[in-house]
């Protein structure tokens, strides 16, 4: 296995897609119009995003032993996606997502984490094992599909390293705090930010007071509206227009090419353009990983005029 310049912490997931014309309220019952199955997973979805932006990556989790998790773990082998430290648990079944999307592009997810909750002391101890043949990492990323408690060792081993960590609270821990304190990276969505910070307010005040908590940087997504971005200043990157059909991979999008990105030494600015021009890309299309775009196709689409 070659060494990454990318690590994500992460589930891996077999999705069904159930389609209807509206999203279904409390206690209502509707019927799908259609329904697919398709493979994804934030943790598979950002390392697939990063991987076809260019750059080596990781992925750390776990599937079962059953179908699904062969049928993911062929798919990672073909995307040339290092899977030296995707377990295989006997006995486990592989994580499912349930997706409910309507007929405007909005969604439910409903997530079952099977082989997600890792065996977290012998994983470890490989992981910190193995670290001196990963020199050369530039970022590790995790979300909210592994426990916090495993993403903070992760975390504490990559700084302890001085490698950049990178977070998207989804979905979001009970406690947080412990992990905002050893991101350098925060990318989440404005609804994400709400919750973190227990308010709703303007863009740029979420990603400002988030930013005065602990990150070095805050990526807020911010869907048809592009991205606020707080380092030293605050900048938005506006979006696409596009007609979106599925938005189900969209953020793993974005961070998997924001971050890939920023490897390959593109400022923090020109990394966000590139990542949003891919997320407009992935919500064209239905389903998860299916649906992330390749770095020639993103390309060619920030060459053409809004």
């Known amino acids: 296995m070659y060494s990454p310049k990318i690590i994500v912490v992460g589930g891996v997931n077999v999705d069904t897609t159930f389609e209807v014309r509206v999203l279904p309220a409390e206690g209502q019952s509707v019927s799908a119009t259609g329904s697919y199955t398709s493979i994804g997973g934030k943790g598979l979805n950002q390392a697939l995003a990063a991987r ?182 605050i900048v938005h990157v506006p979006a696409r227009a596009v007609q979106a059909r599925d938005p189900t991979a969209a953020g793993d999008t974005f961070l998997g090419y924001f971050l890939s990105s920023r490897s390959r030494g593109c400022t923090f600015r020109e990394a966000a353009e590139i990542a949003s021009t891919a997320a407009s890309l992935c919500v064209q299309e239905k389903g998860a990983a299916a649906t992330i775009p390749r770095r020639e196709s993103v390309l060619e689409t920030l060459t053409a005029p809004l």
Do not use: H, Y
Not at 213 to 224: A, M, Q
């Open 52 to 233: 076809r932006a260019g750059v080596p990556v990781a992925i750390i989790g776990a599937t079962g032993d059953d179908d699904g998790g062969q049928m993911i773990r062929n798919f990672l082998a073909a995307e040339d996606i290092n899977t030296e430290f995707l377990l295989q648990i006997d006995g486990a079944s592989t994580g499912r997502a349930f997706i409910v999307l309507d007929q405007n592009a909005r969604n439910l997810i409903v997530g079952q984490s099977g082989a997600r909750i890792l065996p977290e002391a012998p994983l470890i101890q490989d992981i910190t094992n193995a670290w001196e043949g990963w020199r050369g990492v530039d970022f590790v990323a995790a979300n909210g599909e592994t426990t916090s408690s495993f993403v903070r060792e992760i975390f504490d081993t990559a700084r302890n390293k001085e490698i950049l960590t990178a977070w998207n609270p989804s979905p979001m821990p009970t406690d947080p705090a412990p992990l905002l304190r050893r991101t350098d990276i925060l990318v989440l969505n404005q609804t994400e930010a709400s919750e973190l910070l227990g308010v709703d307010r303007s863009p740029e005040t979420l990603a400002s007071e988030l930013r005065a908590i602990s990150p070095r940087e805050v990526v807020l997504t911010l869907g048809e509206e592009g991205c606020m971005l707080v380092n030293d200043e």
